[in-house]
């Protein structure tokens, strides 16, 4: 409690001078508590108590376990938050508050200075922005959870990996000009921090020169030449037009890298280019590509068929900017064969069905990578087959019946017959579930395959259905 007395001075030839309750001693204050009750220099720590101050307006000093600490931050009778300093030893010790009035108060065996955090290694030791470095050591975290700050030459890291712990630390570089001898600093959620030598040099950063073309679709492949591309890295990792990602990387090295554009809807503003390399470098150059349209199907006649359906498909910028030729045209997922394309007009024969047929996509691939999607515009007949050939044997000038379902199969007529190597374009019936027709000569006898064509390029096979028999022989006549 506190009391007030006298104050009695005795001077040395005997007189007293006597001021009655001159003084007033004050309760002396106490620490109850200290948050956390460790860490190491750079650890913010709470003091919590009662008459912190003795009667003073502030902290004047504070020692943790001896060791006087870097920064007093805020001070009153009831809390007082300091930086913990160096420490004098890595052992528990006392808390001593020193106010400005000179009174004390300290609470002993209150502070653990924890083992000083070490860096053992970083790598790698040279980068530029986007460069994903790596720190090995001790202690790192420095008492608490979880990294807070990393500065590269006093310039704070671009982005810390949540994965951070005691012993290693992920971080991505920052933008720095091209230096060498800068120190690494690791903050944690303490306060507690640790410091390197002069280890880390600033690389001067790759350059995009040129970008080539500066517009496309998707599937276009786009030259981008500059240098040190790889930012130091081994090759390059990805390629992305604004927010999307290239489909893929082409060829790269340091000084070229050609990519396939990604899929995006037309737009007349530039998107930004980034390379970023496998040591996590970006090279980037704004306002670089623009999206275009895809092109405009007018038509594709047949609508329907099958394999070896021909096909026209008209449009206009089928091919895309700076194309010349397609490269491939898929009708469904099979490859078809191109008979003749441009930028307007392309034909082609469809390749293999997909199993159970239906409703197809048709894909353009030009010759400079570009694609063009042209969703729902054939459907593959399932239903186009020869059920029966009667009779299924003869010679020439046989008459033969073929029956089956959409003979037609999506076209407008018939062109011919074939029985195996030979055929026959003379109709005697023809329509979509019956086709009558005299059998040609053939020097080939036996069993062969019976093959219906379209205008539209259909062929509508029965494999084995017809035998060629030896041919009818008069040797003698009477009259």
Known sequence: TNTTGDVIVVASSGATTVESDGFEYIALGSIEGLTPPSGQRGTIVVITGRDLLNGGTRAAEVTLNGAVVDSIVASNDTHITVTA?????????????????????????????????????????????????????????????RIVSVTIGG????????????????????????????????????????????????TARGEIVSVSPDSGRHGTRVTITGTR????????????????????????????????APSSPASTNAVDLTVTADSGAT????????????????SVNPVNGTVGTRLTIVGTDLLGVGSASAARVLVGPSDATIISFNDTIGIVEVGAAPAGGGIADIQIVSNTGAIAIFNDSFVFREDCNITAISPNRGQAGTFVNIFGSNLLCGASSFISVTFGEVSTSTFITATSSVVRVR????????????????????????ENAWTFDVASNITDSCV
């Open 85 to 145: 300093g160096a420490a004098n030893a890595t052992s528990t010790g006392p808390v001593t508050i020193v106010s400005d009035t000179g009174a004390f108060v300290t609470l002993t065996s209150a502070f653990l200075y924890l083992d000083p955090p070490r860096i053992n290694s970083t790598s790698p030791v040279s980068g530029q922005l986007g460069s994903r470095v790596t720190v090995q050591g001790t202690g790192l975290l420095g008492g608490g959870t």
């Open 155 to 202: 310039i704070a890291a671009e982005s810390i990996a949540g994965s951070s712990s005691d012993t290693q630390v992920v971080f991505v570089a920052p933008n720095g000009t091209a230096s060498s001898g800068n120190d690494i600093v690791i903050t944690a959620d303490t306060g507690a921090f640790v410091q390197s030598g002069p280890i880390w040099s600033f």
């Open 229 to 260: 591309l790889r930012g130091g890295g081994g090759r390059i990792a990805s390629v992305s037009f604004g927010a999307l990602l290239s489909t893929s990387i082409v060829s790269e090295n340091e000084t070229v890298v050609v990519v396939a």
């Open 283 to 298: 090279v980037a150059l704004s306002a670089q590509f623009s999206f275009v349209d895809v092109g405009n199907l007018t």
């Open 439 to 462: 059998a040609p000569g053939s020097f080939i006898l036996g069993v062969t395959d019976v093959t219906i064509s379209t205008d539209a390029g259909t062929d509508i096979i029965a």
